[in-house]
């Protein structure tokens, strides 16, 4: 089973999102099932700093040895910061995607809707497989 | 529903993510794909290719049916050798890409591609009708494992007397390997030396845990089907659905040379394919960007112009940046890559070639 720690909040996108209870900064990436579902990570492409974004767009692209993803914006606002170390490294997705292998961080406008729990993450991948 | 092969257990017990392929249910990587590709470049790896189709041809006309069947010339084969041949349709048309053993005299069997060996096999009987041979599909009684990589000869030489030495590049000869009877063949699809083992079924997890506990000490690691595309593509090795397909011909894809006008007699395909000009030529391309080009990706020029279509993509780890074959009727200067023009360096095939 794939690591899907507590204090993280989720996307039914495979995003995790941190920092959602200070209601300021939070920070996205993708989560362990959706690294291992994918492969090697061999190219990001996060969004430009500085960009606004609003729930549900395309804002990235997340490349593997056999798929291209999407990276979906799991929250709204202005892009504040990217992890340009895995842009030049893109495999810490796989080998830490809750830590180096962040990819962005968001000033959120507005109140973040539908993410899921660990425990609803938990629940929705164990139906994926 | 996919079919397991023989090996199935195996491949869960080792983690490996599993994929449909031509039907079967093959791994498609037990751990990182990169690290088995380097493995196969570097040392070892072991494949499971039981999904591929052995068709064996027996009989006083069987060289006579080969020869009429396919486009190159099976009957100047000698015994133990082997050759990589195509069928083809009528109109020239590829209906799959073979590796022949000729197993004796009278003897051969075809090797063929999993989603095509039925097919294959019904057309080598209709086409062997006249002839004194008997097609005889035996894909569901064989499991088929791979070593590939430098250290091959090392690991198998530990578990068999066949004198793999002397077995040269393209050959092929009956043999034991831990204690198990297979046909081992001096054959493979990465673009390094290695040997193929044809097996039964029923042998197929015997002779795996056997290569897993010879090859520990040289580096050997189980290899899934992503690195094993990696691997051919690198190689510049096609593959049929991408480069090989109906519409293409065997001096489209570069591969004219398989054709055999010189031998005697007619074969299915020759009126079509005698003195046919390639339509489209097949390039190789290095992206300069790190952006992926997959299968069906537009080509364009430097005009923006569309002027082919990559038949297949991927990162490629031993050159560091994404690489692609692509079908092109003008020179090429960048992939759409949804929407996006990257520019591409063009290359000759190969893209990675061994160190003898």
């Known amino acids: 089973m794939s690591s899907i720690p507590d204090e993280l909040s989720y996307t039914k996108e495979h995003e995790w999102v941190a920092g959602i209870d200070d209601g300021l900064t939070v920070t996205v990436g993708i989560t362990a099932y959706a690294s291992e579902q994918l492969g090697d990570v061999v190219y990001v492409q996060p969004p430009e700093v500085g960009s606004s974004i609003e729930v549900g767009d395309a804002v990235g692209e997340v490349e593997s040895t056999k798929s291209v993803s999407d990276i979906y914006a799991p929250v709204g606002g202005e892009v504040t910061a990217v992890n340009s170390a895995v842009v030049d490294d893109p495999s810490l997705v796989n080998s830490d995607p809750y830590g180096e292998g962040w990819l962005f961080q968001v000033r959120v406008a507005g109140a973040p809707e539908d993410l899921l729990t660990a425990e609803e993450y938990t629940a929705l991948i164990s139906g994926d497989s | ?356």
């Open chain 2, 1 to 356: 529903m996919s079919r397991p092969t023989p090996l199935h257990e195996v491949h869960k017990s080792l983690g490996a993510t599993l994929t449909d392929f031509a039907g079967w249910l093959m791994p498609l990587r037990y751990g990182s794909e990169s690290a088995e590709h380097t493995a196969v470049r570097t040392a070892a790896g072991l494949f499971d290719l039981s999904h591929m189709g052995e068709i064996h041809v027996t009989g006083p006309g069987a060289a006579a049916a080969l020869d009429y069947a396919l486009v190159g010339n099976l009957g100047a084969l000698e015994p133990g050798r082997a050759r990589y041949t195509m069928m083809c349709d009528a109109d020239g048309g590829i209906v799959d890409d073979l590796i022949v053993y000729r197993l004796a005299a009278d003897e051969f069997m075809v090797c063929a591609n999993a989603s095509n060996y039925p097919r294959v096999a019904r057309e080598l009987t209709d086409r062997a009708k006249d002839l004194d041979a008997v097609v005889d599909d035996r894909s569901d009684s064989y499991a088929l494992l791979a070593v590939q990589g430098p250290r091959s000869q090392e690991i198998v030489a530990k578990l068999t007397d066949a004198d793999l030495a002397n077995l040269k590049y393209y050959t092929g000869l009956p043999g034991t390997v831990a204690g198990v009877g297979a046909l081992i063949a001096r054959t493979g699809y990465t673009g390094e030396d290695g040997f193929e083992l044809f097996v039964s079924a029923g042998d197929a997890v015997t002779l795996w845990d056997a290569l897993m506990e010879a090859g520990a000490a040289e580096g050997l690691v189980p290899a899934g089907l992503s690195a094993r595309d990696t691997l051919r593509l690198e190689a510049g090795m096609p593959l049929y659905g991408n480069e090989l397909t109906s519409a293409t011909t065997p001096m489209d894809a570069g591969l004219g040379r398989v054709v055999r006008f010189d031998k005697p007699g007619d074969f299915v395909g020759r009126a079509a394919l005698d003195g046919a000009e390639p339509g489209k030529r097949l390039v190789g391309l290095v992206m300069k960007g790190r952006r992926v080009p997959r299968h069906g990706f537009a080509v364009v020029d430097a005009d923006g112009a569309v002027v082919g279509e990559v038949t297949s993509g991927a990162p490629s780890p031993s050159i560091g940046r994404p690489i692609a074959m692509a079908y092109v009727t003008a020179t090429p200067a960048a992939v759409d890559i949804r929407g996006s023009h990257e520019p591409v360096d063009v290359v000759d095939l190969p893209f990675y070639r061994r160190k003898k």
